[in-house]
């Protein structure tokens, strides 16, 4: 310890005597502990999170080889076809498509961002809405499909947080759609706002090559 001691006193006295130097060490050093940290966090915001879904490590994205669609994605050609000979994952969901609805008959119309999905799609990533009901498997086909799961957000905000909309019909881009279910307040997918939900209705009759190489 009086060796420490003796030291520590020596070094002080230094730095005193050479103030000017001392200055600019201890700037140096500052700017490069702020610097640092600014990247630092920034690198933080844009790591990859685990994803909020049940059993997020076994969730996978199914891609596709082809000139003509996303990598990360397959066609909607393929995916009906795709799932009906799965042997490998538990289940098979898809994002069909993400686009813009119009809702109406409620105050000023806005154009609420959609997402079209298949009816299984909340049920795979193990999310339930808060109020209601997730999608059923019939609500997949063609002439059912007209029900919708709304964002907490967009619940809150243009329907007032009034649990009497379930169940009740909404008007978007000028069909009814019978609002199901509302969804936590912390649900996002992949970290875009999402105000309405849809099924997708694949018909079986349809021949899915014929609208072309249509990501999902």
Known sequence: MPTLITDIRSVARTLVTNFGFTLVAV???GLGIGAKTAIFNA?????PRNLAFRDASSLATVGAK??????????LANYPGTKGRNRVFGDLAAVVDIFPLRLTGSGQPEELPAGAV????FQMIGVQP????????????????????LSHQVWRRRFGGNVGILRQSITLSGELYQVIGILPADFSWNNRRMDVW???????ERDYRS???RAI
Do not use: K, M, Q
């Open 43 to 47: 690198v933080h915001a844009n790591l």
């Open 130 to 149: 808060v109020i209601g009901r997730a999608f059923l498997p019939a609500e997949g086909t063609r002439g059912r499909d007209h029900v919708v799961i």
């Open 118 to 121: 298949s009816s299984n799609f």
């Open 27 to 29: 700037l140096a050093v």
């Open 66 to 75: 082809s000139p003509f669609c996303d990598p990360n994605a397959i066609s």
């Open 198 to 204: 849809v099924p997708y209705a694949f018909d079986p």
């Open 211 to 213: 609208i072309g190489d």
